[in-house]
T-cell receptor, first 112, second 112 residues
Framework: DQQVKQNSPSLSVQEGRISILNCDYT??????FLWYKKYPAEGPTFLIS?????DKNEDGRFTVFLNKSAKHLSLHIVPSQPGDSAVYFC???????????FGAGTTVTVRA | NAGVTQTPKFRVLKTGQSMTLLCAQD?????MYWYRQDPGMGLRLIHY???????AKGEVPDGYNVSRLKKQNFLLGLESAAPSQTSVYFC???????????FGEGSRLTVL
């Protein structure tokens, strides 16, 4: 049973607009959340993370929001650029068990 | 900077054949991991290692074996391949337990 769910397999957004990617989790023990980005024929690369003691973390155009009560996090990309077209994976870990649980991924396409 | 290198990149096997995927990292990382990626399933951890000479089971270990004889190498073996093992396999490494994962480019395995 998947503990991290990305219910939108794909997202299409116009260049310059905001991309919002959503992720839900079921394990209340998760306390560290990450987003990885993957281009075709490449391995995933780390993008941004957030600890459960925070509700927001920002890094340039990328912001991750965490809503612990709803067990939901989102990734905002503003403004979206063509180079952001990729698959984005949400991942989570719990306490000292640092093994990551990954979502199925969301494919983002940024239209010119 | 090679980072994490996986060989081979592609392989086609017949049911019952055996093979080994090699992962090599040049970052002196202690921790290494093998994941598989399947459509709609995200990345699932097969086995991992917390140091040279150690291995541990992940989420989906059945049908696979691993070895970490040298710190820089992590081998994933399939003794008797099955069609259910058709997947893209990713190796990753990290400096610390819970640290950022660095992934290889992936190995696409097809079992007929």
């Amino acid at each position: 049973d998947q503990q991290v769910k990305q219910n939108s397999p794909s997202l299409s957004v116009q260049e310059g607009r905001i991309s919002i990617l959503n992720c839900d989790y079921t394990n209340s023990m998760f306390d560290y959340f990450l987003w990885y980005k993957k281009y075709p024929a490449e391995g995933p690369t780390f993008l941004i993370s957030i600890s459960s003691i925070k509700d927001k973390n920002e890094d340039g155009r990328f912001t991750v929001f965490l809503n612990k009560s709803a067990k939901h996090l989102s990734l905002h990309i503003v403004p979206s650029q063509p180079g952001d077209s990729a698959v984005y994976f949400c991942a989570a870990s719990a306490g000292d068990d640092y093994k990551l649980s990954f979502g199925a991924g969301t494919t983002v396409t940024v239209r010119a | 900077n090679a980072g994490v290198t996986q060989t081979p990149k592609f392989r086609v096997l017949k049911t019952g054949q055996s093979m080994t995927l090699l992962c090599a990292q040049d970052m002196n990382h202690e921790y290494m991991y093998w994941y598989r990626q399947d459509p709609g399933m995200g990345l699932r951890l097969i086995h991992y290692s917390v140091g040279e000479g150690t291995t541990a089971k992940g989420e989906v270990p059945d049908g696979y074996n691993v070895s970490r004889l040298k710190k820089q190498n992590f081998l994933l073996g399939l003794e008797s391949a099955a069609p259910s093992q058709t997947s893209v396999y990713f190796c990753a490494s990290s400096y610390s337990w819970g640290g950022e994962l660095f992934f290889g480019e992936g190995s696409r395995l097809t079992v007929l």
